[in-house]
């Protein structure tokens, strides 16, 4: 067996991106709900991705009281609970995994080979996690705010690495490119794959820090049952 394990990374890969103006829509929401103007509730909002993947902001809650008191809007307590609740709710939207995820993670498992995930990500997505069908089909999850590191730090992979039991020279990586996490794998020796599934070739896709990438790349989750 060449490969003993997968990681994943989640948001383009087991379930889809979202697109900038979705994102921006749902933003927009919370600003009106908050009184706040839209355009600079949003762009504080993006400024905040590190803050809240890192798990400095520990909750929709406090990413919105941060914000909202950088631009000197004052709210109420339902107005802040309406707000995350968009928020949470979009989240909770967004956890559907793709048409041939679930039968990809199952094949997996069933054939021997450890399943891990890790993602950047802010505190709604671990919260809702075990609500979603992905999360019985991974076997170590690593996210980047309740452990205060992203991607492409090498720590964040080697811990996964560490809670599956495999080296990092028989592990296969899937992701998007975001966060420059491809790369990332590579500096410790895991074998990447851009995954770029055609729906979203053409859509304005929420990406941070997409690297360029030149590497293997696949279309399908299906396809990396090609690649062990």
């Known amino acids: ?10 948001f383009g890969t087991l379930i889809d991106t979202s697109s900038r103006a979705e994102y921006e829509r749902v933003l927009g929401e919370m600003a009106d709900v908050l009184g706040a103007p839209r355009e600079d509730f949003t762009k504080l909002w993006f400024d905040t991705f590190n803050l809240r993947t890192t798990g400095a902001l520990i909750s929709p809650e406090g990413n919105i009281d941060y914000v909202c008191r950088q631009l000197g809007v004052s709210f109420t307590d339902s107005q802040l609970k309406q707000a995350s609740r968009i ?7 967004s956890l559907k995994p793709r048409p041939d995820a679930l039968k990809t993670l ?7 080979y450890k399943v891990g995930l890790i993602s950047d990500c802010s ?5 809702a ?6 999360s019985a089909m991974i076997d170590a999850a690593v996210f980047s705010c309740v452990v205060g590191i992203k991607k492409p730090d090498p720590r ?3 811990m996964a690495l560490e809670r599956l039991g495999v080296e990092a020279k028989k592990c296969l990586y899937i992701g998007d490119g975001s966060s420059h996490e491809l790369s990332g794998a590579q500096n410790v020796g895991m074998q990447p794959v851009l995954i770029r ?5 053409s859509e304005d896709a929420y990406r941070i820090d997409e690297e360029e990438w030149h590497g293997p790349a696949i279309s399908s989750l299906s396809e990396v049952l090609d690649l062990l």
């Open 106 to 112: 199952g094949f997996l498992r069933a054939n021997g």
């Open 129 to 134: 996690w075990k609500d979603t069908p992905l």
């Open 123 to 127: 505190s709604e997505v671990p919260t």
């Open 156 to 158: 964040i992979y080697r």
């Open 197 to 201: 599934v055609p729906h979203e070739m």
């Open 1 to 10: 067996m060449k490969y003993s394990a997968v990681i994943f990374d989640l």
């Open 87 to 93: 928020r949470f709710n979009f989240t909770v939207e």
